[in-house]
Nanobody, 119 residues
Framework: VQLQASGGGLVQPGGSLRLSCAAS????????MGWYRQAPGKQRELVAT??????NYADSVKGRFTISRDNAKNMVYLQMNSLKPDDTAVYYC???????????????WGQGTQVTVSS
């Protein structure tokens, strides 16, 4: 099972980006999916999570970012609007996945995608 993130890039302050993350492999089910980010010299921090339609956001992104998922495609998205330079970071997707043939969930991380907000 693996996660593949995409959609990062360079954007000006006030701009928008949409990140996507696809889970692939032998998957029985996925529980929570989410996005985290890590800026240079800082610890990785939660951005947003989604579980059975319930969403959770870091205070710093509330009202600007929207997380959503497509369960049929095993995908999670992060729509980022009104981007600020402080949003510059590597963004990682995460999912709690129950692989086929297993009874427990495991946390899977994507490879990260760079988001740079700069004029």
């Amino acid at each position: 099972v693996q996660l593949q993130a995409s959609g990062g890039g360079l954007v000006q302050p006030g701009g928008s980006l949409r990140l996507s993350c696809a889970a692939s492999g032998s998957i029985f089910s996925i529980n929570t999916m989410g996005w985290y980010r890590q800026a240079p010299g800082k610890q990785r921090e939660l951005v947003a999570t989604i579980t059975s339609g319930r969403t959770n956001y870091a205070d710093s992104v509330k009202g600007r970012f929207t997380i959503s998922r497509d369960n049929a495609k095993n995908m999670v998205y992060l729509q980022m609007n009104s981007l600020k330079p402080d949003d510059t970071a590597v963004y990682y997707c995460n999912a709690d996945v129950r692989p086929s043939g297993r009874m427990s969930y495991v946390a899977i991380w994507g490879q990260g995608t760079q988001v740079t907000v700069s004029s």
